[in-house]
């Protein structure tokens, strides 16, 4: 079990290693961010499966449900139990209203899935697979491997938030993808805990240090961190740079429009750099989950994470009932008003390179409806209380109160990225690209932040 | 990824290789009447030992593993050095770029790290690991009590892989007091009693602290590399001739000087084996770090970059290839220098 390796899961049930998610994301990296504008260089060769499909094509080719017959493929990387589970359960929804159609899931592991995405989408793929929004998602639709489904979002964009169809639109300005779930990169912390000292959410940077000192006095660690997978302090960059900068500026930079040697860069450097002397130490050596266990363990105080549900449930169902959390506070900046967040999404596609693909289209592009409604998505999410689901029309009543928290923070965001790696360029996040880098800054705060931020430039610049 | 395979083969071939020169070395005349039909005598009709069915087998017996040979180890290897010219993304066109991925390589701000700590790496083993492998290979030789579970204690590291290896001393290294074992020990060492004049180093972050963690790796690594060592030198000890020892203790030689003197120099076909070993060891190293944290912060190797922009989500397999082949000609270093003394040795 290659702990070390684990991330929050979506759609995997909070068992997503930090491979995939790395790699969903870069791949996908676009995802909400995606620029219209972006690299219109190879957008104008994509080779779309469906190049009459203008964008937003009228409503309809999506026949109604009961009429279909024949077969369609999912390749699912949803390989963990309960995951796996409610997928089944969501597609036997489906047939159970098309008993004519034939569902055929491929499970495969999620590790392999995302190590073999680019030969799997270049050769024989499933007619449908599972996804994960963000840039990679616009590398692989420009060379032509996905099918739109413009036809699709036509029928089942009332249900979705314009964030979602944000992160489901590639450069061309077609819809590749249905949201399935998703979750919110919010502070934890323990109820019980705060409540003896007294503590108080805070609602601004300024009070979050005072609290942060204050627990520091009271022998606390006041933000817990673990990052030895290279991530999560990758996310603690995304909340800062949003809050400083706001959403068009993350979004540039993450794209190369804006360089990192930008004073407004370094702004987040320096007000990260003061948060510091309350992180807990040691933290390149230690996993996210061995962080979230001192938070249930009472040693720390805070921790800004997608999830730590997992640790906690583990832990008991008195630890569980402890556990809340709330949006990163403002920074009295203009940008508060964004109230933006990361908030990375996986979904379905259809691919482009399926043989049967002709064949099953139409069945295809019923399974995405149906995938995109909230009674199929309100199993997944209820099987798995660590993420919610996207469609607008899901029955929230049986949600935890943490799924309910996520729910409100959500709906509040204006503005919704994926991931500092799902947003830029997957060869830029990597081992060694940002993580070392913020790993770096984490260890020496005190470098010139000038020669290190021209550092990140120059590795930026050397990439195509 | 062609060039940590061919280290992985590189040994077995090798070690065939000089068992077979040591052979013809020792017992030349006895060996001459197995040899194939020689070309000295165009005419005398042609006669061979070896039956058409022998010819088959022998045939076989070749043809497979050089089938296997060629389609998985040279054209991974012959590809990956093409695919170094080009900027190929995984995807999409293929297109020939030169040596501009090699200039990139040159400039990448991981590569210059990885190369030293890949030195660090060979320096360690082949200052600390293999003497320590040899040093217990010797003991082991000796008539101890129990010497075989000693010898079941040191080899069983080498059961694992390293993949398992890095697993199990991260739960060593784990930072957390409580968590880790190793600091766990330390904060209980400050525990006791008695004050030991000792700093307090039971916060140290072992596999964290880019100062520290390639020899906390390397600590791990030698776990297993010093049961390598051993079993292969415990080998050849065991072949020794016992009346050179014999012989030497006549002559009043102590073990010290029997082993120097009589014992290394007989070893030196092993001896050769274990350096050529220890060099590919140190150029392959991959599993623990990776395993660790993906080969970043202060555990940057050839092999991990290689990996994580060729075979990860990066999907820069050009870039990827070219340090891959620039990993290749390093590793060549040692293959040739074996294989240069090899042939001067067949001279003699």
């Not at chain 1, 909400?32 to 504008?37: A, D």
Request: one cysteine or more.
């Amino acid at each position: 079990m290659a702990d070390n390796d684990k991330s929050p899961g979506l759609l995997t049930g909070g068992q997503v290693t930090r491979r995939e998610v790395l790699k969903k994301g870069l791949v996908a990296g676009a995802g909400l961010t995606v620029l219209p504008t972006v690299i219109a260089a190879c957008g104008s060769t994509a080779a779309t499966a469906e190049p009459t499909q203008a964008p937003g094509a009228t409503p309809t080719p999506v026949p109604s449900q009961g009429a279909l017959s024949g077969n369609v493929s999912l390749g699912s990387n949803l390989s963990d139990a309960v995951p796996k589970k409610a997928l089944q359960d969501a597609i036997d929804l489906f047939t159970t209203a098309n008993p004519d159609v034939n569902v055929k899931i491929n499970t495969v592991d999620h590790s392999t899935f995302q190590d073999t995405i680019t030969n799997y989408l270049q050769s024989t793929p499933d007619d449908t697979l599972t996804w994960f929004s963000g840039y990679r998602m616009r590398a692989f639709v420009s060379q032509g491997l996905f099918t739109p489904m413009d036809d699709v979002w036509a029928n089942i964009s009332s249900n979705y938030t314009d964030a979602y169809k944000t992160a489901c639109t590639a450069d061309d300005g077609k819809m590749y993808m249905v949201p399935w779930a998703t979750y919110a990169w919010t502070v934890y912390y323990r109820k019980d805990v705060w409540a003896d000292k007294g503590y108080a959410i805070p609602t601004t940077l300024d009070e979050m240090k005072t609290l942060a000192a204050k627990m520091k006095a009271d022998g606390l660690v006041p933000i817990g961190l673990g990052d030895k997978d290279g991530w999560p302090a990758m996310g603690h960059f995304d909340i800062i740079n949003l809050r400083e900068n706001g959403y068009q500026f993350h979004v540039d930079l993450m794209a190369g429009k804006v360089k990192w040697t930008d004073p407004a860069v370094k702004k987040v450097f320096t007000v990260w750099k003061d948060l510091l002397p309350f992180y807990e130490s040691g933290s390149a050596g230690r996993v996210w989950q061995d962080a979230a266990k001192n938070l249930v363990a009472k040693r720390t105080g805070m921790m800004l994470q997608p999830q730590v549900a997992e640790t906690f449930t583990a832990a008991g169902d008195a630890d569980y009932a402890q556990l809340a959390m709330f949006p990163w506070p403002h920074h009295g900046t203009e940008w508060d008003a964004e109230e933006a967040l990361d908030a990375p999404i996986d979904g379905f596609m259809i691919s482009a390179n399926s043989p049967t693909l002709a064949a099953d289209l139409a069945n295809a592009k019923a399974l995405m409806q149906h995938l995109s409604t909230g009674e199929a998505q309100g199993l997944a999410a209820k099987a798995n209380p660590a993420n919610i689901a996207c469609a607008n029309d899901t029955d929230t009543s049986g949600y935890t109160d943490l799924q309910k928290a996520q729910v409100a923070v959500l709906a509040k965001a204006q503005k919704l990225t994926q991931f500092l790696d799902r947003d830029t360029k997957p060869e830029f996040a990597g081992p060694n690209g940002m993580q070392a880098f913020l790993i770096d800054f984490l260890q020496k705060p005190d470098q010139d932040l000038d020669s290190f931020l021209g550092k990140i430039q120059t590795f930026w610049d050397s990439l195509d | 990824m062609a060039d940590r395979e061919m280290n992985d083969a590189a040994p077995a071939q090798l070690a065939l290789a000089s068992t077979a020169g040591a052979a013809v070395d020792s017992d030349v005349p006895s060996r001459r009447r197995f040899s194939l039909p020689l070309r000295r005598a165009p005419r005398r009709r042609r006669f061979s030992l070896l039956t058409r069915r022998d010819k088959l087998v022998l045939a076989l017996m070749v043809g497979i593993p050089l089938a296997f040979d060629l389609v998985f180890i040279w054209l991974p290897c012959f590809a990956t050095m093409g695919l170094s010219f080009t900027d190929w993304k995984g995807y999409g066109a293929i297109n020939f770029v030169g040596l501009e991925e090699y200039e990139k390589v040159w400039s990448y701000p991981f590569f210059e790290p990885a190369l030293i700590h890949n030195a660090i790496w060979l320096a360690w083993l082949a200052c600390i690991a293999t003497p320590l492998g040899i040093l217990v290979a010797v003991i082991l030789d000796g008539n101890l009590r129990g010497s075989r579970v000693y010898q079941t204690i040191f080899y069983l590291p080498v059961v694992l892989s390293l993949a398992v290896i890095g697993l199990i001393w991260q739960l060593l290294y784990a930072p957390d007091v409580g968590n880790g074992f190793i600091n766990s020990f330390l904060d209980a060492l400050g525990q006791m009693p008695i004050s030991l004049p000792l700093p307090d180093m039971s916060h140290t972050d072992w596999l964290g602290d880019g100062n520290i963690n390639l020899f906390a790796c390397l600590v791990a690594a030698s776990w297993r590399h010093v049961g390598y060592i051993c079993i292969l030198y415990l080998a050849g000890l065991k072949s020794v001739d016992p009346q050179l020892r014999e012989a030497a203790a006549i002559d009043g030689a102590t073990s010290r000087q029997t082993f120097f003197r009589v014992v290394f120099p007989v070893m030196r076909p092993i001896n050769v084996i274990i350096v050529v070993i220890t060099a590919i060891e140190a150029l392959r190293a991959f599993d623990i770090v990776y395993i660790v944290n993906r080969g970043r912060n202060g555990l940057e190797l050839l092999s991990a970059l290689v990996t994580n922009n060729a075979l990860s989500e990066a999907n820069r397999v050009g870039f990827g290839s070219a340090i891959a082949v620039v990993l290749l000609l390093i590793s060549i270093i040692p293959i040739v220098t074996f294989l240069v003394w090899q042939a001067r040795e067949d001279l003699e």
